[in-house]
Structure formats: structure tokens, C-alpha cells
């Protein structure tokens, strides 16, 4: 047990070890706001989680250099869910799955539909700013955070927003912190809007060798009056998969349903829990990254001539959301190429990339590549407001998060 | 006179210079100094609270703003960015010894892009404009304030405006992709993302609805939604003002997804038959509800299926159907002229706006209107019941004082009682003036100040919209310096 454990289990606060790493398991915000006074005071450096399963988004050694992990995974309470109103708050530590299975009983649905709901976090998935394939339909997670609860770094408890669908009364300081990726506070508590849970769901499937036909498929599909949940294609089991998922209500959704065969042809038509199941397969294409994954940005309408480059490179995985412009690409690992060879592969992607419009955005890659890409992210004066706003809330660079935007140099 | 100098004679040659500086920059047509003029830019919606600028700037792009912005901050002068002044929170009234930054002269579509579904424009660009150069196209830009032919986008930015469609599409903050801005300082911060979900901060989320406290929005980048295939307008006659608030919670309850679920009631609805915008609203009703419905045409009659029954259940005493466009257009000029008609009731109008959990709807309609029966005041409703934002609507005539006292204190009370039932303080039209005393009831001393310490890391001198949203807690006001030396708080 290190000191700072030991010291922290005398103010009554749990913890353990992570490999060498001291862990605080914080069970409410009291004791949150505790463990950040005292760092805040004795100059530790703190990296906030929930689960740590996105602690790979982190250049490596962030996490490393942290002198202690902070999970709120135990604060884990549903604090308020209102069926007639359609909304929920809930602690930071509250799992999505749980979230999700809560809903459901009262006929709504969650999003962001997110990959691994059992071991994602309300509070993580906010923090990464995540959204799932349902922001086909749903739009980002950060148009559906109603309000938040935080804790700043000097242990600060502050509120943004409300529990409301409609509410403008003070800054929108939620927006800011989702997609965070804690760089500015530990997140306590979140209230979201929920949607309708709908009675039909249908899942359809084309698979080709090729890609051209597929693309071909999409532009059709864009023009029809349909609006799916969520419209991907992926490479994943090797020949490119075109799958849009559908839900809806009675007529109107089989109308919705023979239109989309009628363009895609589909070799594959799952209903009902299938078609949950094959939805469910479809967010966890986002965690089969591993250590070697990376985000493409481009406007729906390059997205076919971005798709039709990336095809002719070999050993890339691909997972494209055909609606909104995001691709992600699953390269070798670092188990698998050197770090060197990343690197340099990443470099030629963005090469690929960049006259085409779309920019590469680094998630769980080597250190160097990860500071490289990050540092094209932004012009230099929107840099420069986030690093201000880093420097107010975080004013000791206390956190140490992934490196997005970096501290100051 | 604006500046702080010794003498008047210095002053008043110092004045001339920043004028003659910022009239280099904008043209003799982008500068009014002349008080008659100024007279129009007094105050904006809130007419209860007025100043008269010291001078009014319309500069015509990003570049003029900017240096415009520079001179500003060279000599430390306070500034209100100001759209169309259709704001009802006091956004953009101005401040003692400020100048008005106006977005009048910022018109222009600067692009239209249909296949990826957005247009970049300038900040004054009108709101309903920007719908009626896509619509040819198929698309519509989905947030609808009653004031939609004068507001401009730049000005629905600044406030995170809603209306009566926001119940399906979301306020302004969900359309908004890009921003350009210029700073306090007179920086061009480009956030112009049409991509989604760029790695960083959401420096547009956080910007929108910041009611002109971090910089000026110059251009924006807004998402456009393709327009409906089938729309259906339904009127649903009510014999009383309960059971309709009781309808919408429970078709809230029932998951039904109509685009929009206005409330009129019994006064609103006589105005307005009164007025140029008469809808054909029956006249003896105590309440309607105006319901949109959108989507494919299968889509669109199952879901009026099923609202139905659950209006049958709240004593709906008839429903009608909008037949053609015409019809629909005529029904919803009639909400959304509600506001003008009210002039009819009195010369003066309190528009309230204030949100509680939809649940609460009938509880706080009852009390808005016991409050202001007690106190001998015209209220009439006419809001957002799908998105349970209020707009309880006090008529006054703002030369009779205690009148005014009257309305205050009713205003004050509705917007207790909806922080009390789990509500908020503002849905669509900001904090402002109007309700900047309300916050501390609202936030804690700690939430306001986070809030505070943001605005302050991005507008360090703090005068970008000085004196507005948050409660005055100690005797501080921004006044400008001359060049060369720091700014002061006095």
C-alpha cells in the first residue's frame, strides 16, 4: 500500500493498487472533493477515470506520470429518473449498461449507444465526448447532456445546466467539459435527454468484395426519405459490410424497411432481438481498436473518395459512419509493427488524407505519433483559448489526462 | 462622452479621434453618433430597461469587426454585440459609457452546401432568410423563434434561441457547426468546423448561449435539416387551461414525438383574433393546442392516432385539421404574431420565460396565473408546453410605476416558484438584465463563480456585455482606460 493510500484510508477514502499505480475508489463527492484538496495542497498530479477503459486514448506516459489514479466508478447511484419526462441523472460511476437496462423498463433509449456498456462509464463516456452509430439519428452525446455536477481541480463543486430538455439559464459550462477527456474537472454527475425506446427494430446487411457497388448503394440510400438509427460500413471480417439499422412503428416503419431493400439489396434482414443483437455488434466494432487506432474527419460528401483511397492500402480495418463523416481506422498494433513503423504509417495515412479533405485524429497510438497528429488539431488562437481555459480551472496542471489539447509548453 | 480623462476639452478631443479611427474603418454608414439615431438602439425587447449608447458600430465582415474590436480594447471602452434587438432578457441594452457593436450590415450567404446539409453565413443574416434561400433545395433551418422575421442568427447564437419546433429539433446550439469570432482583443478565432466532432474542446458549444460575453460571432456555420415530407397541423379546442396542460404531459408520458406542442390560452387567443395574425382560433375556447406532426405519411397518421385518444381523455371538445399550406400557415402566423397582438391588451408586455420539468406544466400555469390575479394583472399564456418552457405574459402600461412594481414582483415570484418545482429560470431568451438577480437562487456561490472565472480567462478586462447575467455581488463597474495604460474595476 503506498503513503498516499494510506493517507487517504485515514479520511476514510478506499483504495488500491493498479500494477505499481495508487488508485482512490472515492464512494461519494465528498470524498471526491477530499482527494482533490489534498492533491491540490501537496502537488499531486491526479488522472481521472472511470473504468479506465479509455485510459489507451492517453498518450502513454500521462498515465504513467500520474502520481494517483482517481475512479469515480463507485459512485454509482441512478439519482433521478423521470418516465414523463424523459430525462435521467445519474453519478459518474453508473455504468452505461445499467443506465441502459433502467430506461428501458420505463420505454426509452439511451444515447449514446457506446461499445462495452458494461465497462463504460456514464462519467468516461461524457469525459471522451464518445458517441455511438446512433449518431445517425440522435447527433452527438453533447446535445443530450441536460446538466453536470463537477468537481474542479482545488475540489470545487460546480454545477452547469439543469435537469431540464430546454434550458439557456447561465454558460453551458456541460458543453465544455464533455469531451474533456478530464484535462478540466472530474465529473460527478450528469443529467441526460432520453428518447422514445420504438416498438420495431430491423437490422439489414449487404456484403460485397467490392467496394465500388456498395458506394453506390449509399448514394442511393441518402436520397431516401428513411431515417436509419445508424448506417456503417466496415471491413472488419475482411469483405466490406454495408449494415443500416432501422427502427420505427408499425406500418410506417415496414414502409421505411422496403425502401431500404429496394436500394440495398440486402442479404441479411434481422428483426426484432436479432436485430438488437446485430446492433449491439455494431457498437462494439468501436472498441476493436487495441492499441493502434485513429479517427478520420471528413464531410459525408467525400467520404466515398476517402473510402475508395483507404481500400487500396493493406492491413487496414475500417469502420465507417456513412451519415455523418467519421471513420475509424483499426491499424496493427504495437504488438504487431514497431513503433517506428506506426509512426511512419500514420504519417502516410495523413499524407493520403489530408488533399482529400479529411483529417486524422490519433486515439490509441504511439506516443510520438499521438503528439504529431494532435499538434495540427487546432489554428493556433482556438489553442490558445483552450489552454486559458486549462490554466483557470486547472490552474497547478493538476490532472493528467490524455494529451488533447496538451498544457501549455 | 464615454472616456474617463481629466478634462472635458481633452475628452472630447480624445472622443473625436476614436471616432475618426473607427469611422476610417467602417465608412461614414457603419458609425451613428447622431442621437436621434441612437434613440432606436436604446434598449432591445426588454423595453423596461434602457440606456442610450454613446455610439453605434455596423461594421460590414469579420475584418471590419476586428479592427474595430482592436480600437475598443486599445482604449478599454465596454461593447454590447446587438443583432436585431429582438431579444426579451435585455441581452443587448446597452451599458453606460459603451459603444454598440451591430450585425445589421452582415447579410450575406457566404455558402450553401446542400449535399453535406449546411450553409455558412453572416451573423446578421434574418432568421427566416436563411430558410427561405435553401428551401429550394429541400432544406429548412430548424430553430424557429416567434421573432424569426427580424431575429438574426448571429443574435440566436448569442442567446441559444429556441421556438415552438425546438420540441423535435433542439434549440440553436444543436444547428450551430462553426463559428468565426472575434475576441475582446480583436483576434479571428475560426471554429469554422463542418466536420463532426473535432478532438479539443467544444469551444462552439461553449460559446453558444453565452449572451455576447466571450466575442463576437461574425459568421456561422449552421446545420440544415431536410424539410419534412408530410406535415400535419392539428388545432385541439379545449373547454379549460388544466386539462390541456394535462394532455401534454401525458402525451409526453406516451412517448409520441410531435415536432411541435404550442399552449395559447383564452386572452392569447382573443388577441390575436383581434389582431392582423387572426388564425381562426375559436374565440370561446379556454385553451388550444396548436400540434405539428412530421415525417413520412404512415409516420404521420400514427402518431395522430394515437395523440388522439389521450386528448379525447382531457376533455378535448373538438379538433382541427389543417386542409393546405395556406391553413398551416395561417394557424401557426397566429402563435407567433401572439406577442404583437398583445398590444391590443396594453401598451406594454412582460414576455416571462421560464422552464419547468413537463411534468409540472398545469401546477405552474395555476400559480402564474393566481399570482397575478392577486396582484390585478393581465396574464395571458401562449408557450412551449412540449418543452415545458412558460411564457406567462404580463400586459402593463409601463408609465403607471406601481403597476410596474407589480409586474416585477409577479415576474420575480413565477420565476421562484419554477426553481422551487425543479425548473429553470430561462428557456430561450436568456438571463440578461431581466433575470441576473434570479441566478444566485438558481447556482450556488461557487457554481456562478466557475462560470465567472471562464468568462473572465477569455474576456480578461471584462467588457464584452458588462453588468449582464450574473447578480451584482459587489459595487464593480468596467471603466475604460486610455491607451497605454491598464484597465480598471472600479
Not at chain 1, 70 to 98: K, N
Not at chain 1, 196 to 201: G, L, N, S, V
Not at chain 2, 328 to 351: E, H, N, Q, S, T
Request: charged share 25%; with cysteine; aromatic share 4%.
Amino acid at each position: 500500500m503506498s503513503a498516499l493510500l494510506e493517507a487517504l484510508a485515514k479520511e476514510g477514502i478506499e483504495g488500491e493498487l493498479l500494477g505499481e499505480q495508487p488508485l482512490a475508489l472515492p464512494t461519494n463527492e465528498v470524498q471526491v472533493q477530499a482527494v482533490l484538496r489534498r492533491a491540490h495542497t501537496d502537488g499531486i498530479r491526479v488522472l481521472p477515470m472511470g473504468l479506465g477503459s479509455k485510459l489507451e486514448w492517453c498518450r502513454p506516459e500521462y498515465s504513467s506520470n500520474a502520481d494517483l489514479l482517481l475512479s469515480t466508478r463507485r459512485l454509482d447511484t441512478i439519482v433521478d429518473y423521470v418516465p414523463g419526462d424523459g430525462t435521467l441523472t445519474a453519478q459518474a460511476g453508473c455504468t452505461m449498461a445499467q443506465l441502459e437496462e433502467r430506461v428501458r423498463a420505463g420505454g426509452h433509449r439511451l444515447t449514446p449507444a457506446v461499445a462495452r456498456p458494461d465497462v463504460s462509464t456514464l462519467g468516461g463516456v461524457l469525459a471522451a465526448g464518445l458517441s455511438g452509430p446512433d449518431r445517425q439519428k440522435r447527433g452527438p452525446v453533447r446535445h443530450h447532456v441536460l446538466g453536470m455536477r463537477v468537481a474542479l481541480s482545488d475540489g470545487t463543486l460546480a454545477r452547469s445546466g439543469g435537469r431540464l430538455v430546454k434550458n439557456v439559464t447561465g454558460f453551458d459550462l456541460h458543453r465544455l467539459y464533455t469531451g474533456s477527456r478530464g484535462t478540466l474537472c472530474v465529473l460527478l454527475e450528469a443529467s441526460l435527454r432520453l428518447f422514445p425506446r420504438a416498438d420495431d427494430h430491423t437490422h439489414l446487411v449487404r456484403e460485397e468484395a467490392e467496394l465500388g457497388g456498395l458506394l453506390t448503394r449509399c448514394a442511393n440510400l441518402r436520397a431516401l426519405e428513411s431515417e436509419p438509427l445508424a448506417w456503417t460500413m466496415e471491413n472488419h471480417g475482411g469483405p466490406w459490410r454495408l449494415h443500416v439499422a432501422l427502427e420505427g412503428r408499425g406500418r410506417a416503419h415496414e414502409e421505411d424497411v422496403r425502401d431500404v431493400e429496394r436500394v440495398l439489396d440486402p442479404q441479411e434482414v434481422l428483426r426484432g432481438s436479432d436485430a438488437d443483437e446485430a446492433f449491439d455488434g455494431l457498437r462494439d466494432l468501436e472498441a476493436a481498436g487495441g492499441w493502434g487506432e485513429a479517427r478520420v474527419l471528413t464531410r459525408p460528401s467525400r467520404l466515398s473518395a476517402v473510402l475508395r483511397k483507404l481500400d487500396e492500402e493493406e492491413g487496414l480495418q475500417i469502420t465507417a459512419q456513412m451519415g455523418f463523416g467519421e471513420l475509424r481506422l483499426h491499424l496493427p498494433g504495437l504488438g504487431e509493427v514497431s513503433s517506428e513503423r506506426q509512426v511512419e504509417r500514420l504519417g502516410e495515412l495523413r499524407q493520403i488524407l489530408t488533399p482529400l479533405g479529411a483529417r486524422l485524429e490519433p486515439r490509441t497510438v504511439q506516443a510520438q505519433a499521438h503528439a504529431e497528429l494532435a499538434s495540427a488539431l487546432a489554428t493556433q488562437p482556438a489553442l490558445d483559448w483552450m489552454h486559458r481555459l486549462q490554466d483557470e480551472l486547472d490552474p497547478k496542471a493538476q490532472f493528467r489526462s490524455p494529451s488533447f489539447p496538451g498544457r501549455r509548453a | 462622452m464615454w472616456l474617463a480623462l481629466d478634462g472635458e476639452l481633452e475628452s472630447r478631443a480624445m472622443q473625436e479621434q476614436i471616432v475618426t479611427q473607427l469611422r476610417a474603418i467602417v465608412g461614414p454608414d457603419g458609425i451613428l453618433t447622431d442621437p436621434a439615431a441612437l434613440l432606436a438602439y436604446e434598449s432591445d425587447g426588454l423595453t423596461l430597461k434602457r440606456h442610450r449608447p454613446e455610439l453605434v458600430l455596423l461594421p460590414r465582415d469579420t475584418g471590419e469587426t476586428a479592427q474595430c474590436m482592436r480600437v475598443l480594447h486599445e482604449y478599454g471602452i465596454p461593447l454590447v454585440p446587438r443583432g436585431a434587438g429582438t431579444g426579451l432578457s435585455g441581452g443587448a441594452t446597452p451599458v453606460p459609457n459603451g459603444v454598440l457593436v451591430g450585425t445589421a450590415r452582415m447579410r450575406d450567404v457566404l455558402e450553401l452546401n446542400v449535399e453535406d446539409r449546411f450553409a455558412r453565413v453572416q451573423a446578421g443574416v434574418v432568421n427566416v432568410d436563411l430558410t427561405r434561400c435553401c428551401d429550394d433545395d429541400g432544406l429548412f433551418y430548424a430553430p424557429d423563434p416567434s421573432s424569426q422575421m427580424a431575429c438574426t442568427i448571429g443574435g440566436n447564437v448569442a442567446e441559444n434561441s429556441g421556438g415552438p419546433h425546438c420540441f423535435k429539433y433542439g434549440s440553436t446550439t444543436r444547428h450551430i457547426l462553426g463559428l468565426v469570432i472575434v475576441t475582446a482583443t480583436g483576434e479571428v478565432l475560426r471554429l469554422d468546423e463542418s466536420e463532426v466532432d473535432p478532438d479539443g474542446f467544444d469551444l462552439v458549444g461553449l460559446f453558444v448561449g453565452s449572451e455576447g460575453m466571450f466575442g463576437v460571432a461574425t459568421e456561422i456555420t449552421v446545420r440544415l435539416t431536410p424539410i419534412p415530407p408530410v406535415t400535419e397541423t392539428l388545432l385541439a379546442i379545449f373547454k379549460a387551461l388544466d386539462p390541456c396542460c394535462d394532455a401534454v404531459s401525458d402525451l409526453i408520458a406516451a412517448r409520441l414525438e410531435p415536432s411541435a406542442i404550442e399552449i395559447l390560452d383564452k386572452l392569447t387567443i382573443q388577441a390575436v383574433e383581434a389582431s392582423v395574425f387572426a388564425a381562426g382560433y375559436p374565440q370561446e375556447a379556454e385553451a388550444v393546442l396548436l400540434l405539428e406532426v412530421e415525417g413520412r405519411e404512415a409516420a404521420v397518421e400514427d402518431t395522430v392516432e394515437r395523440m388522439l385518444p389521450i386528448l379525447e381523455a382531457h376533455g378535448l371538445l373538438e379538433v382541427r385539421r389543417a386542409r393546405d399550406a395556406g391553413e398551416r400557415r395561417k394557424l401557426w402566423a397566429g402563435r407567433k404574431g401572439a406577442f404583437g397582438a398583445m398590444g391590443r391588451i396594453a401598451p406594454d408586455l412582460y414576455v416571462a420565460d421560464v422552464v419547468v420539468p413537463r411534468t409540472r406544466l398545469r401546477e405552474i400555469v395555476r400559480y402564474a396565473t393566481d399570482v397575478c390575479t392577486e396582484r390585478n394583472l393581465k396574464i395571458s399564456n401562449v408557450f412551449h408546453a412540449g418543452d415545458g418552457n412558460l411564457h406567462p405574459n404580463i400586459s402593463y402600461d409601463r408609465r403607471d410605476e406601481e403597476e410596474v412594481a407589480r409586474v416585477l414582483e409577479a415576474g420575480d415570484l413565477i420565476m421562484e416558484a419554477c426553481i422551487e418545482y425543479g425548473g429553470s429560470l430561462s428557456g430561450e431568451h436568456g438571463v440578461g438584465l431581466e433575470k441576473q438577480a434570479m441566478m444566485s437562487r438558481l447556482f450556488t456561490p461557487d457554481d456562478l463563480s466557475v462560470m465567472e472565472r471562464v468568462r473572465r480567462c477569455l474576456d480578461p478586462d471584462m467588457r464584452l456585455n458588462p453588468g449582464k447575467m450574473f447578480p451584482v455581488r459587489s459595487c464593480k463597474e468596467v471603466r475604460p482606460r486610455l491607451a497605454g495604460s491598464s484597465g480598471e474595476s472600479v
